[in-house]
């Protein structure tokens, strides 16, 4: 019996119209499936629901797939495929990208599972077009430690791979802490290595500006708890 396809479908960076950020193709092949795997059941409902599924989202099945799922969880998805198609949806963004949703992917690839990425918003990649550092060379470095001893040391090691490779360095943090990193990349960088910073990405509220470690040390700013992607170049 042929199996059913994964489909990865990217969400929006915000709360507001998916069809500003999402073709109408991907929009529709979306509110055409039954099932879907997910970070968060109420996001996903919501998202859904603006995609053109308001009033039929009872009809349709969700499992969760986070950070707290465990290894044998995700292993019974499989069975999932033996019915039709799944939609795997993130929090927020691209699936499967500094995303728990990566793990059903290799699972899919396991099993010969054909697995269907969809266009759609990336914030790393936004804020790399953006920053006007090289995007020719790149490294994505997820999140750096939470500890300010070894955040610090992390910071130095990344600027000294930027500076060596001529490289890009791409790192995130949880909102609550972004003000504490940007402070400690402020305090532990070299003057001439540029920042980016890059919040709320196709929000009204967008913010995105590179400078050097010296100038935003002449003028900081305070991010506060939103989504944030920060870019160094040494």
């Not at 991907?26 to 509110?31: E, P, T, Y």
Request: glycine fraction near 8%.
């Amino acid at each position: 019996m042929k199996k059913g396809k994964l489909y990865l479908i990217p969400s929006p960076l915000g709360e507001y119209d998916p069809g500003l950020v999402l073709p109408h193709e991907v929009l529709a092949l979306a509110c055409s499936l039954k099932t879907f795997v997910v970070e968060e059941i109420r996001t996903a409902r919501r998202f859904l629901s603006a995609a053109g599924l308001k009033g039929q989202i009872d009809g349709l099945t969700f499992y969760t797939l986070n950070e707290h799922t465990a290894p044998e969880e995700v292993e019974k998805l499989a069975g999932l495929f033996d019915t039709g198609d799944v939609g795997l949806i993130s929090e927020a963004g691209l699936p499967a990208v500094a995303d728990p949703g990566a793990a059903l992917v290799a699972l899919c690839h396991e099993k010969g599972i054909e697995v269907v990425p969809l266009v759609g918003p990336s914030s790393l990649m936004l804020a790399l077009m953006a920053s006007g550092l090289n995007g020719q060379s790149f490294s994505f470095r997820g999140y750096l430690p939470a500890k300010t001893d070894e955040r610090r040391t992390a910071l130095k090691e990344v600027e000294r791979l930027s500076k060596s490779l001529n490289q890009s360095q791409i790192f995130i943090e949880t909102p609550y802490r972004n003000d504490a990193l940007f402070s400690d990349m402020l305090k532990y960088l070299q003057p001439h290595t540029r920042l980016c910073v890059a919040a709320d990405l196709t929000l009204p509220t967008s913010f995105i500006r590179t400078r050097s470690v010296e100038q935003w040390r002449r003028e900081p700013v305070t991010i506060g708890k939103r989504p944030c992607v920060f870019i160094i170049l040494a």
